[in-house]
């Protein structure tokens, strides 16, 4: 376990080395600040002088370099327009992204796993060709689309929810639920398909001739050896989650730092966007390797070396 360990934790260095690398060069090659920074008016020797204390003059392998040195810090400089450090203002935000991410995931999970469940059971019924039916819907209607309609509905029409910002739980409803009904159909589908599986197995026959409770058949023995490949694709819809609460947060003016990021992006501000994905591909990587050690945890069978 430890060895496995390890070997994911060097892994994860590497992700999110090639992760920096890959944001560094798009952020280089799209565009230059400068002329963000200063009026139309200033002269070249007053851009001449700003790119150089910015360290933008150099070759970009050596800002790359300093970048990196900077990253092992946990230092990825200061805002180019806000003036204040860069890993503040994106620590600042997360609480809000990981809030509304984890939201969306329990709201995902709570419409997936019981019609996952009641299709398995049911298969080729009414209720199964219903789950499909709203599986398929919530797959094709855009997150932003779906988020306009809750708010033109709960927000404008009855009035029983807040259309935007952060605040108290109730301020959480609309956008935990344009999250979760994106990425529950995925989740639905596993679940079905597993528990359709695991249903014909013999430890299950086993257990109802035993005279075991058929909810304890399905909840208990069932949906424990069906959920392994659930929990695994949670670590990927976890990543999917964090990149879709980019339109979420968009919709909702939700101040997280998915709504930063593409500020930040349009303002070419570069110590902002890099301490942001950094710092969201670090969270994804070790979501992902504690899925893998959950999944582990549920069928010790399951050999990690």
């Known amino acids: 376990m430890i060895r496995y360990f390890l070997r994911r934790l060097r892994q994860a260095l590497v992700v999110c080395l090639g992760i920096s690398v890959i944001t560094f060069v798009l952020l280089f090659v799209a565009g230059d600040p400068i002329h963000l920074l200063l ?4 002269s070249k020797a007053d851009i001449q002088l700003l790119r150089e204390k ?3 003059d150099r070759p970009w392998p050596l800002q790359y370099g300093h970048f990196v040195a900077g990253m092992l810090r946990l230092d990825f400089g200061t805002s180019l327009f806000v003036e204040e450090p860069a890993l ?7 609480p809000a992204t990981i809030e509304l991410t984890l939201a969306g995931l329990a709201v995902a999970l709570l419409i997936a796993i019981p019609l996952g469940v009641v299709s398995a059971v049911k298969r080729f019924s009414i209720w199964d060709n219903l789950a499909t039916v709203t599986a398929l ?6 997150a932003f689309w779906l988020g306009i309609m809750l708010i033109i509905l709960f927000a404008v029409s009855l009035r029983w929810l807040p259309a935007s910002g952060r605040g108290g739980w109730e301020h959480l409803i609309l956008p935990a639920l344009t999250l979760g009904a994106f990425q529950a159909p995925i989740t639905m589908r596993l679940t079905r398909s597993g528990m359709a599986d695991v249903l014909s197995q013999d430890y299950v026959r086993t257990a109802r001739s035993k005279g075991v409770a058929e ?4 909840w208990r023995h069932a949906l424990r ?3 392994i490949p659930v929990v695994t694709i ?12 980019i339109v979420t947060e968009t919709v909702f003016a939700w101040p997280g730092v998915a709504s930063l990021a593409v500020k930040s992006i349009q303002n070419y501000d570069y110590p902002v966007v890099q301490a942001s994905v950094v710092l969201l591909a670090l969270i994804i990587v070790v979501a992902n390797l504690l899925v893998d050690l959950a999944v582990a945890g549920l069928d010790p ?5």
Do not use: D, W, Y
Not at 215 to 218: A, D, E, F, T, Y
Not at 234 to 245: E, P, T, V
Not at 301 to 305: M, N
């Open 39 to 42: 009026p139309v008016e200033a």
């Open 54 to 56: 910015l360290g933008l």
């Open 88 to 94: 503040a203002l994106v620590l600042e935000r997360m």
């Open 137 to 142: 819907t919530g797959q094709a209607m855009p």
């Open 215 to 218: 909810r304890g058949v399905l």
């Open 225 to 227: 050896n069906a959920a």
């Open 234 to 245: 949670l670590g990927l819809q976890f990543g999917r989650l964090m990149g879709g609460a």
């Open 301 to 305: 069978r399951i050999r990690l070396e």
